[in-house]
Protein backbone atom coordinates (compact mmCIF):
# COMPACT_ATOMS: atom_id res chain seq x y z
CA UNK A 1 0.00 0.00 0.00
CA UNK A 2 1.75 3.43 -0.75
CA UNK A 3 0.82 6.64 1.76
CA UNK A 4 0.94 10.29 0.48
CA UNK A 5 4.49 10.08 2.58
CA UNK A 6 5.95 8.16 0.61
CA UNK A 7 6.47 10.62 -2.09
CA UNK A 8 8.76 13.99 -2.23
CA UNK A 9 7.67 16.29 -5.29
CA UNK A 10 10.27 18.87 -6.02
CA UNK A 11 9.06 21.58 -7.74
CA UNK A 12 12.22 23.33 -9.00
CA UNK A 13 15.95 21.99 -9.12
CA UNK A 14 18.80 23.75 -8.82
CA UNK A 15 21.82 23.49 -11.87
CA UNK A 16 25.02 25.00 -12.92
CA UNK A 17 25.12 26.90 -16.29
CA UNK A 18 27.89 27.93 -18.03
CA UNK A 19 27.76 31.37 -19.87
CA UNK A 20 29.80 32.94 -21.87
CA UNK A 21 31.07 36.52 -19.46
CA UNK A 22 29.80 38.48 -22.02
CA UNK A 23 26.11 37.54 -22.38
CA UNK A 24 25.97 37.05 -18.40
CA UNK A 25 26.78 40.41 -18.38
CA UNK A 26 24.12 41.80 -20.50
CA UNK A 27 21.25 39.50 -18.86
CA UNK A 28 22.19 40.81 -15.45
CA UNK A 29 21.86 44.24 -16.62
CA UNK A 30 18.61 43.36 -18.11
CA UNK A 31 17.67 41.67 -15.37
CA UNK A 32 18.03 44.34 -12.78
CA UNK A 33 16.44 47.45 -15.71
CA UNK A 34 13.12 45.10 -15.93
CA UNK A 35 13.51 44.13 -12.04
CA UNK A 36 13.52 40.96 -12.02
CA UNK A 37 15.44 37.48 -11.60
CA UNK A 38 18.04 36.02 -13.66
CA UNK A 39 16.44 32.86 -13.13
CA UNK A 40 13.16 34.51 -14.41
CA UNK A 41 14.91 35.75 -17.65
CA UNK A 42 17.14 32.06 -18.16
CA UNK A 43 13.42 30.25 -17.45
CA UNK A 44 11.63 32.86 -20.23
CA UNK A 45 14.39 32.23 -22.67
CA UNK A 46 13.42 28.52 -22.19
CA UNK A 47 10.14 28.65 -22.40
CA UNK A 48 10.04 30.86 -25.49
CA UNK A 49 12.95 28.09 -27.25
CA UNK A 50 10.59 25.31 -25.93
CA UNK A 51 7.47 27.03 -27.62
CA UNK A 52 9.28 28.11 -30.78
CA UNK A 53 10.52 24.03 -31.74
CA UNK A 54 6.48 23.21 -31.15
CA UNK A 55 5.70 25.14 -34.23
CA UNK A 56 4.52 28.15 -35.54
CA UNK A 57 3.40 30.16 -32.60
CA UNK A 58 0.94 32.09 -34.20
CA UNK A 59 -1.24 29.19 -34.99
CA UNK A 60 -1.41 28.35 -31.13
CA UNK A 61 -1.80 31.52 -29.71
CA UNK A 62 -5.24 32.96 -28.63
CA UNK A 63 -6.73 36.67 -28.34
CA UNK A 64 -5.64 37.89 -25.00
CA UNK A 65 -9.19 39.02 -23.10
CA UNK A 66 -10.07 42.68 -22.87
CA UNK A 67 -11.95 44.60 -20.58
CA UNK A 68 -14.94 46.15 -21.55
CA UNK A 69 -15.20 48.40 -18.94
CA UNK A 70 -11.77 50.45 -18.64
CA UNK A 71 -10.20 48.98 -21.91
CA UNK A 72 -6.70 47.19 -21.98
CA UNK A 73 -5.76 43.75 -21.08
CA UNK A 74 -8.52 42.07 -17.94
CA UNK A 75 -7.14 42.33 -14.58
CA UNK A 76 -3.93 39.93 -14.07
CA UNK A 77 -2.36 40.63 -17.28
CA UNK A 78 0.82 42.92 -17.32
CA UNK A 79 1.32 43.86 -20.98
CA UNK A 80 4.72 44.88 -19.75
CA UNK A 81 5.61 40.54 -19.21
CA UNK A 82 6.30 38.41 -21.85
CA UNK A 83 5.56 35.91 -19.13
CA UNK A 84 2.04 37.11 -18.31
CA UNK A 85 1.23 37.35 -21.92
CA UNK A 86 2.58 34.22 -22.97
CA UNK A 87 0.59 32.71 -20.22
CA UNK A 88 -2.60 34.58 -20.88
CA UNK A 89 -1.85 33.52 -24.44
CA UNK A 90 -2.04 29.46 -23.29
CA UNK A 91 -5.18 29.88 -20.88
Known sequence: MVSDTDFCIVSTM???LDLHDDILT???AL???EHE???KLVE???MLRLR???GPV???LKDLPLSKCRGGFVEGIDGTSNRSLLDAADK
Open 14 to 16: KTT
Open 58 to 60: SAR
Open 44 to 46: EGL
Open 31 to 33: AAL
Open 26 to 28: RVK
Open 52 to 54: RDK
Open 37 to 39: TLT
